[in-house]
């Protein structure tokens, strides 16, 4: 079933036409869906409703026409400034709105036209997939960095949805049979976060607070349910070392100092590893094995 709609898709991107529609299409599509995104990393943590009241601005109240609310284009149009009090609009908006167009094109090209971005090939039923944790990471990653915590809906849900994905679409295993995938989702889910929770747990007796936050544990398993053990090992270590850079970059440029770490959310540079394994991980990895094997040959 899904084969013969593969068939037809591959065959109208023959046209040049067509394939430029998909991506420009796939892209807009992010930017509405990181647009709601936006109302609900704003409202949800604070217990409001995500569909009323209607868009309006936080300054003056003003009701926010549809026209108003396009994507990129109205923030751009608009200079970044409410229509009717000009008050400046966060750069923040557009940035959600403009990584959720990249990340939706760039699932679809990784069904496309994986070549062209040096990505492996991934079947047509991983676009949804993809498209579905480029969301949830974007929503949780935002709700971290804005509250210090990630939602349940993101982590265990991500969970939950990582479980049914790997059966439905054994190759984000790297499967072709569904039990097999499920087998691996399930390692996925529970080994790495296991690991890592018993880890978290001995630092926080060593050091006598707060060490990480569960949360992370169990976005690490989403991460595992998705994309396998190595997948979430992956996403843990480049999550590690992004936000020790990034620590590392923060401590020289003065903005904070020793022992005031635990400000600093750790669910975005995990979100970050994960993203990063979905559409280059199995590519990287081989590389880094070749380029490790190359120097052994010296
Ligand atoms: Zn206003």
Known sequence: MTGWLEEQVRALLYSPECATLA???SFFFGTCIASFLNVCIWRVPRGESVS????????????IKWYQNIPLFSWILLRGRCASCKCRISLRYPFVELLGG??????????AFPAALGMAPSPLAAVPVLWLVSAGLIYGSFVDIDHFWLPDAVTLGGVAA??????????????TVWWRAGIWSFAGAFGVSSILWLFGRICTRVFRREALGFGDVKLVAAAGAFFGPLGAFFSLAAGALAGSLAAAAMLLL????L???KEIPFGPYIAAGILAWAFYGPVAVDAYCRWILQGAAF
């Open 102 to 111: 990249v990340l939706f094109a760039g699932a679809w090209m990784k069904f």
């Open 162 to 175: 990582g479980g049914a994905a790997s059966l439905l679409v054994p190759e984000l295993q790297g499967e």
């Open 23 to 25: 991506f420009v299409w």
């Open 254 to 257: 003065g903005k904070t100092r």
């Open 259 to 261: 022992g005031e770490f």
């Open 52 to 63: 009323k009241p209607a868009s309006h601005c936080p300054r003056c109240g003003a009701r």
